[in-house]
């Protein structure tokens, strides 16, 4: 069966991220204060074929920690959709 591996990699909450504070201060210069503490982050979108969701969100978890997230400097929360 296909299914589809929604995958946000964040920067962990104690590293600072010098993405979203340079997007934060360029929408207070611009008026807009009441959005603060902008993370910038990743999403990625798998396709896998498995047996099962449980296969599905196995073989997803193993990329992203082999591959697609730097466990030391970020975290994953993985979302899987049947096809």
Do not use: F, W
């Amino acid at each position: 069966m296909n299914y589809t591996a929604q995958i946000t990699i964040m920067p962990l909450k104690e590293l600072l991220d010098p993405q979203g504070k340079a997007v934060n201060e360029s929408l207070h210069r611009l008026g807009i204060s009441a959005i603060d503490q902008v993370r910038i982050g990743k999403h990625i979108t798998l396709q896998i074929e498995a047996s099962d969701e449980k296969q599905a969100h196995t073989l997803a978890d193993e990329a992203c920690r082999k591959v697609l997230c730097n466990q030391v400097m970020e975290s994953y929360s993985i979302s899987i959709n049947a096809q």
